[in-house]
């Protein structure tokens, strides 16, 4: 099992910037792929961004792709999530996510047993 927990959420203002960190613990950090979600109020949630369990390939949703970076530090057992060029909608509690290798799809929640609380992030004009 793993053990997720996400900080660096806050408010914000439009065009600023955010950096996101999401912490594991448990299991064998490398045997996971890890991604982002978000849920905004009234809304489903949705894919945000994804790495692989070896920090090669990443991948992201239409809405974020070149404003956003996913990354991760396998030493440390974190993986981040830079943000940057806020839009208003971009509002909404983030959730990092961790899906074993063998059954991990990126950007299917479904595929992600294990999540973290969440942390808010509020972009404001």
């Known amino acids: 099992q793993v053990q997720l927990a996400e900080s660096g959420g806050g408010l914000v203002q439009a065009g600023g910037s955010q950096i996101l960190a999401c912490a594991a613990s448990?299991?064998?950090?490398?045997?996971?792929?890890m991604g982002w979600f978000r849920q905004a109020p009234g809304k489903e949630r949705e894919f945000v961004a994804a790495?692989?369990?070896?920090?090669?390939?990443?991948y992201y949703a239409d809405s974020v792709k070149d404003r956003f970076t996913i990354s991760r530090d396998n030493a440390k057992n974190t993986m981040y999530l830079h943000m940057n060029n806020l839009e208003l909608e971009d509002t909404g509690v983030y959730l990092c996510?961790?899906?074993?290798?063998?059954?991990?799809?990126?950007?299917?929640?479904?595929?992600?047993?294990?999540w973290g609380e969440g942390t808010q992030v509020t972009v404001s004009s």
């Open positions: 790495i692989s369990w070896s920090a090669g390939p990443t």
């Open positions: 448990g299991d064998t950090y490398t045997d996971y792929g």
């Open positions: 996510a961790a899906g074993h290798r063998s059954k991990w799809l990126a950007g299917f929640a479904e595929k992600y047993p294990y």
